[in-house]
């Protein structure tokens, strides 16, 4: 049923019981030989490919025509890339880089682009993918950042869950605040507004913060977690927490206290500035199409949230980038509003160094003999707090897909299989990241693509017109279907 119902998802919005065993308290992933040296077992059949050839056959022979046909991307996947990894039982199964990691540029000289529609041209020199390659994880952050580092001082005692968050950050009581916690923020169930182009008035985090603390709640959101709103600002707030609590900018703090400890080498916030350079890094978009589409109601409205009270600033705005972003951040309120640095995007890191921390994870806060954190905060923060599939069901009465969260993590999502359950946690993000794991089948699944640089979609239901939802979403073709053949190739 759920495959089914993430299959339909996937073509209409473009937005994936068996062996078990407990995560061991010091377990570390290792590197199989060969990506088809697992045993190939799948309802007790042999399969007549490896799994390497599986996946080399879906991207070089499936992906293509599916994204054309069924996404509406008219290159298909030429320009894109991807790096996937799965690990099992600690063990490294499969990882390989498919594709480029840099292919477009923009003509802002040619005929008719713009910033909300920029002519794509091929780079003279396309850049392959690596497994070294870092990705822009957009939303991932939320929970690779920003969660992790509330998890770190929730176990060090240094907060709860049910603080409010105005004990920290003063002045946020403003505007009926006053009673938003920790928790609340952490489940999007704040009643705090889900998007604002905050780049239009801040060019820094402390007028970030000064903006967050004059929101207005919104009337219509239920804060008792069985209608959670997804919220960029619920997760921007988590991060200046962090900030008033630890008296570090958080990419300081999460980078002394998770990265630097487990040995991920490869996971910074502004990489450009510590150490990388872009040949070392995917591109993302050419500019901001997509958010000023967003902000421009005059001419593209009904993309994203409603920004009418922006039209001034929107008007008055010249910081618009017009040049392929490598290494830096595509959100533009963590890469123009807040310099990079934000509690809900800003974060770059390689497939590898996710697994290393999603493996500590599945290990209960431990690995390669550092500890992060008790089992019991792990078990704390990927619970489901909300009750979102409890209070919606379908025209047949069905749960409808899961919209629940445990502290960040989001839980049972379609994207993430159709044997996932409630335990399964992860997250994705818009740059078209995402990444889970399994505690039941001590799985993990890792695919991070650069779906930006596929182009722009045009729309498979209005007649062949350009869709307003241009960039959704490559990751119902690439994540959920090469997660399935893994899955699929390991009876899980």
């Known amino acids: 049923m759920k495959k089914a119902i993430a299959l339909l998802l996937a073509f209409c919005m473009l937005a994936t ?105 091929k780079t003279e020199n396309p850049r392959e993918m690596t497994t070294d390659t870092l990705f822009d994880l957009a939303s991932v952050t939320k929970v690779m950042a920003t969660t992790q580092s509330i998890m770190i001082l929730v176990d ?22 006053g009673d938003i916690t920790i928790a609340q923020l952490l489940t999007h169930s704040s009643g705090l507004p889900q998007w604002e182009a905050t780049f239009l008035y801040c060019d820094s985090k402390e007028e970030q913060l000064e903006y967050i603390k004059n929101l207005e709640l919104d009337p219509t959101f239920k804060t008792d977690g069985s209608e959670p709103k ?70 593209w409205p009904g993309c994203g949230y409603d920004c009418t009270k922006d039209a001034q600033a929107f008007e008055d705005f010249t910081g618009w980038r017009d040049y392929t972003l490598i290494g830096e951040v595509n959100d533009g309120n963590a890469g123009m509003g807040g310099k990079g640095v934000a509690g809900h995007a800003g974060l770059f890191s390689t497939a590898k160094d996710l697994g290393i921390l999603l493996q500590c994870m599945l290990n209960g806060g431990e690995y390669n003999g550092v500890r992060l954190y008790s089992s019991e905060t792990v078990e704390l923060f990927t619970t489901r707090h909300t009750t979102y599939q409890e209070n919606h069901t379908d025209d047949q009465g069905n749960p409808v897909l899961s919209e629940d969260f445990g502290y960040g993590f989001k839980l049972d999502q379609s994207w993430m299989g159709e044997s996932a359950s409630q335990k399964v946690f992860g997250h994705d993000g818009f740059t078209g990241t995402t990444v889970f794991a399994d505690p039941d089948n001590d799985y993990i699944f890792i695919c991070l693509t650069n779906k930006m640089q596929a182009g722009f979609r045009q729309s498979t239901t209005n007649g062949g017109a350009e869709d307003v939802s241009n960039y959704y979403n490559t990751n119902s073709w690439v994540s959920l279907n090469m997660n399935q053949i893994v899955k699929d190739y390991l009876g899980i």
């Open 17 to 121: 019981t068996g062996c078990t065993s407990s995560p061991a308290s010091s377990s570390t992933p290792e590197t199989s030989s060969t990506a088809s040296s697992a045993s190939p077992q799948a309802g007790g059949q042999t399969e007549e490919l490896g799994l390497e050839e599986q996946m080399d056959a879906f991207w070089n022979e499936e992906l293509d025509t599916r994204l054309k046909e069924e996404a509406g991307y008219p290159n298909g996947s030429e320009g894109m890339g991807a790096v996937v990894l799965a690990i099992k039982d600690g063990k490294t199964i499969f990882e390989k880089a498919y594709g480029y990691a840099h292919y477009y540029d923009a003509d802002y000289e040619a005929e008719g682009s713009t910033y909300a529609n920029p002519v794509y041209v």
């Open 156 to 177: 060090q005692g240094e907060l709860s869950v049910d603080d409010k968050v105005a004990d920290y950050l003063p002045g946020f009581e403003a505007n009926g605040k």
């Open 230 to 299: 997804y919220s960029d600002f619920s997760f921007m707030t988590l991060g200046f927490v962090v900030e008033a609590i630890t008296g570090q900018d958080m990419d300081v703090f999460v980078k002394e206290n998770v990265y630097k400890p487990l040995g991920m080498d490869s996971t910074t916030y502004k990489p450009l500035e510590n150490g990388f350079t872009q040949d070392q890094i995917a591109a993302t978009s050419l500019g901001n199409p997509y958010e000023y589409r967003m902000v421009d109601e005059a001419n």
